[in-house]
């Protein structure tokens, strides 16, 4: 899978990417959503893993315009480290919010799907 993994946080981001190469999956990370939305038009990316709670543009806003985007299909899994932003209606743009902190064959099975 190409998996693009966006957290403001860069040291989790690159965490995982190497977890997710290590897994057989070509990674990029962005740093913020602009960076999300430029690496997902240029990579076209099958999942897309994004920190919720970002300055800026936050992780749903993200989703939104990832899904507004008729070129784009990617799986979209949302993490938080807050339970109550799963109740935010703008995570319907998410096809799975998982919280903070996930063990990684967890994170990884909702990347795929499972």
Known sequence: MRILLVDDY?????????????SGHETIVAN???????AAKAFVPDVV????LMPGMDGYNL???LREDDTLSARIVGLSAYTSSADDPRSQYLDVQ?????????LLAAALGE
């Open 49 to 52: 893993i994004t920190d919720i």
């Open 32 to 38: 913020d959503s602009s960076q999300a939305l430029a």
């Open 63 to 65: 989703a939104k315009a």
């Open 98 to 106: 998982l919280q903070k902190p996930i063990a990684f064959r967890r």
């Open 10 to 22: 860069d040291a989790s981001a690159r965490t995982l990417q190497k977890l997710f190469e290590r």
